[in-house]
C-alpha cells in the first residue's frame, strides 16, 4: 500500500504509532525525495488538525460506542514491492529495492516473472538504461519475457545467457554467423524463433556456412 495512500484516505484512522511507523519508513526506504516531502507534508498537515482537535475538544470524552476502528499498520504494509500501484512506471525508482525484496524470497525466479508482467513498462530502453541492476539469472528470465533488437543484444552480447538468447530471440541470420561459436546450432535452429531457421528458408549464403562448419541440421 502507498503511504500517499494511507496519509490522504486513511488519516482519521490513523494512531499516533501509525504515524511513527510511516515517517520511520519514509526515512529509511528507498522513496524519492519529492515523493518523501509531499508524505511529510500531509504527516505534519494531519499533526496541526489534530493538535487544533484535542485543544478545541480537550474536556470531550469520546464514548466508547463512538470510537473509531483503528489498526495498527506493520512496516511491510508499506513496502513498494508489496503492492504496486497501477501508475508503473512512475514506481521506476523503486526497482533497486524491489529487486533486493524479490531476491530474499524462496520462490524468486517465479516472483521475479510475476514483477516484470506487472510492471511493461520494463521494456529495452528501461532495461538498456538499468543493465546493471538486473543479476544473470534475471537477465536470463528477461530474454524469455521481452523481445530485444539486434543492437540491444550485440551489446550486451558478453553479459546475455547465450543460450536463453539463441531459444527466445529473433536476430538475422548475419547475428548468428558472426557468433557462431556461443551460440549452440542445434537450439537457434531447432529451438528458435527466427523465420529462416528451416533449410528451406535459409540464405544460400547461410547454407554454405552451415555446411562448411559441419552443420547438417
Known sequence: MEIKEILTTQADELLDIDIDVLNEELDTGCYTHAYKKECKALIDAIARKRALTRSSKSAQVIEPDTQPTVRTLHPSAL??????????????????????????????????KAYIERHPFINEDYIDANFSLFEPQERSALLGMRKFSEPFLEKYFDSLDHNALAKHQEFSEGFFMSHFSDLDPRIVLEDGINTWRGKDSRSSKLDVFLRLKGVRL
Not at 81 to 89: F, I, L, M, Q, V
Open 79 to 112: 513496502s513498494p514491492y508489496s503492492k504496486p500501484d497501477e501508475r508503473g512506471e512512475e514506481r521506476g525508482g523503486n526497482l533497486e529495492c524491489d529487486l533486493a525484496a524479490i531476491r530474499k524470497s524462496s520462490k524468486k525466479v517465479s516472483e521475479f
